[in-house]
């Protein structure tokens, strides 16, 4: 079963101490030069980025893995560099969706082809789970108007194959009153899907456990549910 996780940039990076790389200077025609040229320190970007978000996906990711039984692929979306595999190797920089305004956001996703690989990603993917805030699913495009598998996401579409859960401070409070612990809002889609690839892994059968859930609209839902994932407790 392939599961597809895409999640997005952080502030906070490893190779803070050397030269930060800009917007300007990381134009979608000079970005594959700079990166065979570039001379300082470069990591995967799964490494790069320390937001919680990311060092949870990661530990989630990790998990799955290790049990053999799901081709777990991760992907995040980059201002500067685009919709990139976590092995992409990445300088370090200062360039990120939040600080620019929804046309901006869309003209550089149209300059780094991010809509253009999603189509790519996606197809053929069982289940695909969208740890992205506004902005960056605003540099999805019309991600939503695309044929999806069961998918996870953090706002409202009409599309069917989507369950839009909450990522704010009351679905933060609501976790944390449970004895779960949440690195705030910003965090919080990262320590979701960790909980939820726990959850699955504790089960006789995990693989036999995901497609179930994955099989209906509601059984998805229910899965990241806090009562579902409060089940968690109650293993230990």
Not at 110 to 119: G, M, N, S, V
Request: glycine letters at 6%.
């Amino acid at each position: 079963m392939r599961i597809v996780i895409i999640g997005s940039c952080s502030a906070r990076k490893r190779l803070e101490n050397t030269k930060q790389l800009t917007c300007q200077e990381l134009t979608a025609s000079k970005i594959k030069t700079i990166l065979q040229n570039y001379e300082g320190e470069k990591t995967p970007a799964s490494n790069l980025y320390l937001g919680q978000q990311n060092l949870k996906l990661v530990e989630g990711i990790t998990e799955l893995r290790q049990s053999d039984l799901f081709e777990v692929e991760y992907y995040l979306i980059s201002a500067g560099f685009g919709l990139i595999s976590e092995e992409a190797r990445l300088p370090s920089y200062e360039c990120s969706f939040k600080e620019m305004n929804q046309t901006e956001i869309k003209r550089r996703a149209i300059q780094l082809k991010i809509h253009e690989t999603f189509r790519k990603i996606i197809k053929g993917a069982d289940f695909l789970y969208l740890a992205l805030g506004k902005d960056y699913l605003t540099s999805l495009g019309q991600w939503d108007q695309l044929i999806l598998p069961p998918t996870i996401a953090f706002q409202e579409t009409t599309n069917g194959s989507v369950i839009s859960l909450d990522a704010n401070i009351q679905s933060v409070k609501s976790f944390s009153k449970e004895g779960f612990s949440i690195n705030g809002t910003v965090g919080f889609k990262g320590n979701l899907f960790l909980l939820f690839a726990k959850k699955i892994l504790i089960a006789n059968d995990p693989l036999k456990e995901l497609k179930e859930v994955i099989s209906s609209n509601k059984k998805l839902k229910r899965a990241f549910s806090l009562n579902e994932l409060s089940k968690l407790k109650q293993e230990k």
